[in-house]
Nanobody, 113 residues
Framework: QVHVVESGGGLVQAGGSLRLSCATS????????MGWYRQAPGKQRELVAD???????NYRDSVKGRFTISRDNAKSTVYLQMNSLKPEDTAVYYC???????WGQGTQVTVSS
């Protein structure tokens, strides 16, 4: 059984910051890219950012320059630093082991205007 555990969501005012964390088992983390996705009410789940095992990152256009994805291989943890948050960033954020069926349970991020 592979566990993917997110933390760090919450309520923040527009312009504020949050950092999400996602931990999983060492072996699967070391061998796979990791991704952060989000799903707002009534909308499809979308990729926010992902990062390869080598540390190359990819972002959706709407978060470029505001969000930073990183990974700590020693801790088997991937992070999503979110700055300059906007109300449209409000969603449940999910961590995923890319190219696998393993998802986290999701963490709510709410940005008030």
């Amino acid at each position: 059984q592979v566990h993917v555990v997110e933390s760090g969501g919450g309520l923040v005012q527009a312009g504020g910051s949050l950092r999400l964390s996602c931990a999983t088992s060492g072996n699967i983390f070391r061998l796979n890219a990791m991704g952060w996705y989000r799903q707002a009410p009534g909308k499809q789940r979308e990729l926010v950012a992902d990062i390869t095992t080598g540390g190359s990152a990819n972002y959706r256009d709407s978060v470029k320059g505001r969000f930073t994805i990183s990974r700590d291989n020693a801790k088997s943890t991937v992070y999503l630093q979110m700055n300059s948050l906007k109300p449209e960033d409000t969603a449940v954020y999910y961590c995923k082991v890319e190219e696998s069926r393993y998802w986290g349970q999701g963490t709510q991020v709410t940005v008030s205007s």
